[in-house]
């Protein structure tokens, strides 16, 4: 895979479009920017000087790109002189291009690791802080809907819709919630509920970088199912331009809109509507840069069903994919002894950057001692109102 390596050497050059992107002094705002970068992407994919398959594959679709940056762009256009609906338009627009929804599919993630029929499975994660004991699973699912008027806008997050959110590990959920109190912190590990699940729960998977698939050892990676690899290689690429408008830290860092979380907001609204290839999104936390690149920082958030929005209660398909914990407190969590089970433990080094440090050795860490004490000592089950 020595060709997409190269090409993925050539996109990273200078800083350009390496993320999280910043909006600069002299781009101003994040339509300047967007439009900038999109622009810049554009030109370095009809610039590649490499030879093979993936490179013709650019060159065949150059087209197909503009089409995908000018709808980006006309539906933050809309967006922003008030017209939503015809936001939604655009993207909905965008979503069905063939370049799009081809290589989207492609993208589609299962999340078979977190099943719960497998002993050995992984786990997510979702946390909430109260000063009131938490005590049911659902203190501890996404807010119900008679309590939509606490749901705030965010990247992957539109005022009002309550979506289950939850993370790769239990760090990234402190980290996303501003990282408060510990003592004042409840947990709970989820799993995927296979018995009503035929056909798997699947998100699209926009927790990659450049960065990220510039690897060392990238081609032993792919070695096998040679084909496969190179489909979802160019499926990275076609769906870039949708991820680099999801990917801008916010300029003004408590106003109350952010026109930087317009497409993300867009994005999720569409994936919410019925009979969607994916049910939710797979996406890197930018919290600290040493999130950005590392399974230990990757957050998922599933929206409730736009056919089952209700007053009250909780969304009927995300209750029948799910099966997960009680909620526990981390100080009761903390009062119970299995740390002779864990046997990774790796001596920190001398450091003046202890995120780093923390990150690459995350299960030396007592954030990671907590998930294992979650998945041994506490049974996921369904939520018992919905």
Not at 211 to 225: A, D, Q, Y
Request: hydrophobic letters at 35%; aromatic letters at 10%; one cysteine or more.
């Amino acid at each position: 895979m020595d060709e997409y390596q190269k090409i993925i050497s050539s996109l990273l050059r200078g800083k350009a479009l390496r993320t999280p992107f910043v909006i600069s002094d002299e781009e101003d705002n994040y339509f300047e920017s967007l439009q900038e970068k999109l622009k810049e992407y554009r030109r370095r994919l009809n610039s590649l000087k490499t030879d093979g398959p993936i490179s013709d594959w650019v060159r065949c679709n150059i087209d197909a790109f503009d089409s995908i940056n000018s709808l980006l762009l006309r539906a933050l256009e809309e967006y922003l002189t008030g017209n939503a609906g015809k936001a939604y338009d655009r993207i909905e627009e965008l979503m069905g291009c063939d370049l799009i929804k081809t290589n989207l599919v492609k993208l589609k993630t299962p999340l078979d690791h977190i099943n719960d029929n497998h002993n050995n499975s992984k786990s997510l994660y979702r946390v909430r802080c109260s000063d009131h004991p938490l005590t049911k699973r659902e203190d501890i699912f996404h807010i119900p809907f008679e309590k939509r008027h606490l749901v705030d806008t965010q990247r992957f997050s539109i005022a009002g819709l309550p979506c289950l959110y939850l993370g790769s590990s239990l760090y990234v959920c402190w980290q996303e919630m501003g990282k408060p109190d510990l003592n004042k912190m409840y947990l709970s590990h989820y799993k995927i509920n296979s018995q009503n699940n035929h056909d798997g729960v699947n998100v699209l998977d926009f927790a990659y970088s450049f960065e990220t698939l510039k690897l060392e050892g990238l081609e032993e990676f792919i070695v096998l199912g040679e084909g496969e690899s190179k489909e979802k290689l160019i499926s990275y690429l076609a769906l870039w331009p949708i991820l680099l408008a999801c990917s801008f830290s916010k300029q003004a860092e408590n106003s109350r809109f952010n026109v930087e979380y317009v497409i993300p907001n867009l994005i999720l609204q569409w994936i919410g509507k019925e009979k969607r290839p994916v049910s939710g999104i797979r996406y890197f936390s930018t919290k600290t840069a040493h999130l950005r690149n590392s399974d230990v920082g990757i957050n998922y958030v599933f929206p409730p069903s736009s056919l089952e929005l209700k007053k009250k209660g909780f969304c009927q398909s995300l209750s029948r994919s799910f099966v997960f914990s009680r909620p526990v407190s981390w100080q009761m969590l903390e009062a119970i002894d299995i740390q002779s089970k864990i046997t990774n433990y790796e001596r920190f080094d001398r450091t003046d950057n202890l995120e780093e440090q923390l990150v690459k050795k995350y299960k030396s860490t007592q954030f990671y001692a907590m998930e294992r004490k979650l998945i041994d000592i506490l049974c996921c089950e369904k939520i018992e109102h919905t």
